[in-house]
């Protein structure tokens, strides 16, 4: 049976990826190229407590869901609360990229219009096996 740890916190998403601690507990944005993450984990996946947006901008392979995807410019990954996510998701795909995450927690959407709409939003499930590749000229705009 996998061993998936379940990241609670950002505070304890951040050790793990480590990188300085948050300046907010509930919503937080990495740089890439900051991360300082173990190519040793001690776990087979892990979930998170919020949601992740990340904008891959390098060339080259990526492993989002059960598929690999080829890109030239960019991806824009999504992933949901408790959604699973193993090592070469955090590890070996990102080590060398370049690009960022936008992390927030489910609390700072409650009572607005997004919060009560985003679980419309199907790039956020795993169930959709497909990442948004984006142009420069769109990462520009």
Do not use: C
């Given at each position: 049976?996998?061993n ?12 793990l990826?480590?990188v ?20 040793e ?35 824009l ?11 070469s ?21 409650f ?31």
């Open positions: 049976m996998p998936i740890v379940n990241v609670k916190s950002i505070s304890q998403l951040h050790n990826l480590g300085k601690p948050p300046k907010h507990p509930a919503i937080s944005f990495i740089h890439f190229d900051e991360m300082n993450i173990s190519s984990m001690d776990f087979d996946g892990a979930s998170t407590d919020f949601y992740i947006i990340s904008l891959k901008t390098s060339s080259g392979q990526l492993k989002y869901g059960r598929t690999y995807y080829d890109f030239e410019e960019g991806t990954t999504f992933s949901a609360p408790n959604q699973v996510m193993y090592p998701h955090l590890v070996s795909d990102i080590l060398d990229d370049k690009g960022w995450s936008l992390i927030f927690h489910p609390d700072i959407l009572g607005t219009e997004l919060g009560s709409k985003i679980n419309t939003y199907n790039f956020f499930s795993y169930d959709v096996n497909e990442a948004l590749h984006i142009s420069d000229d769109e990462n520009n705009d």
